[in-house]
């Protein structure tokens, strides 16, 4: 049986050495590329930095799976056995243009169940962590679960473009969340602002569009905090394939779902 507590410890291991690896690139001109579109941003740190777990995972563990964002490996088609899915950098338009709030995402999973979750957000140096069943924690500290507020006293995170598509089907239940909360943030790093659910600074996020490797960390620390996370009709999150995502404190399972 693997010994979580280990796994967890060497993912944050690495993790610690490939920011001060990002954080040297980042006093450098690197190369960025547009994927899809101007938004969507990619650089050589990006995929050096997946290289760089991939290689490690592949040299430590040769047992296990990889799923990432930036294509290291090839696809995965089954969450069976160990699989560490990574986002190199959550918040790569944050990490070339504002050069803060960017991290980095692993989730370490046993047959698609969340064993080791962390988030590490690279300049703020917070270290956002869970192995399923010893608590969840940012850097020595243990997160304790936050208060339930009514709506009109809960901050939402969520991306400001979704409201200005208007022909989106998800935009008029968006406005009314925008409208009804206390106040709306957007950080630019879905999977911080997921670990900021965790960690009580938020009361919810939500997104229309996210990829398995922007929640995987993310979701193992508020399953461990008791915390929600699904779809937007309320179905548990894949691990291989995208779409809608809530990030929540539990009573606001229901109230979002009537929101969407
Ligand atoms: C993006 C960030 C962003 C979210 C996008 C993601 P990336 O990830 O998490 O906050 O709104 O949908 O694609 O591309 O910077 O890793
Ligand atoms: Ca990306
Ligand atoms: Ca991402
Ligand atoms: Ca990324």
């Known amino acids: 049986m693997a010994d979580w507590n280990e796994l967890g410890k060497v993912a944050r291991k690495w993790t610690y050495e490939a920011a001060e690896q990002i954080k040297r690139a980042l006093a450098n001109p690197f190369k960025v590329e547009a994927k899809s579109g ?16 991939y290689q490690k995972i592949k040299e430590t563990y040769p047992d296990h799976s990889f799923l990432g964002e930036e294509g290291t490996a090839e696809k995965i088609h089954s969450t ?3 699989v560490w899915i990574i986002d190199p950098i959550d918040g790569t338009m944050n990490f070339v243009q504002q050069k803060i709030k960017f991290a980095i995402s692993i989730g370490i999973f046993e047959d698609g169940v969340g064993k080791v979750g962390l988030v590490y957000d690279v300049m703020a140096d917070e270290m956002f962590y869970a192995v399923q069943g010893q608590g969840a924690y940012v850097n020595q500290l243990e997160l304790v679960a936050g208060k339930e507020r009514p709506l009109n006293e809960s901050i939402v ?3 400001a473009r979704w409201l200005a598509e208007t022909n989106h089907p998800h935009a008029n239940p968006l406005m009314a969340l925008v409208r009804d909360s206390r106040s709306v943030r957007s950080y630019g790093s879905a999977a911080i602002e997921m670990a900021y659910v965790a960690a009580d600074r938020l009361d919810a996020y939500v997104s229309v569009n996210l990829s398995p490797w922007d929640y ?8 461990e905090m008791g915390y929600c996370t699904s779809s937007f009709s309320g179905k548990a999150l894949s691990l291989l394939e995208g779409g809608t995502v809530i990030a929540a404190k539990q009573h606001y399972k229901e109230k979002l779902y009537l929101l969407m």
Do not use: M, Q, R, W
Request: glycine share 10%; proline share 3%; no cysteine.
């Open 216 to 223: 995987a960390g993310a979701s193992v620390l508020l399953e």
């Open 80 to 82: 069976d056995g160990i």
């Open 38 to 53: 101007p938004d969507d941003l990619v650089t050589e740190v990006d995929k050096n930095t997946e290289a760089f777990f």
């Open 157 to 159: 995170g969520l991306n």
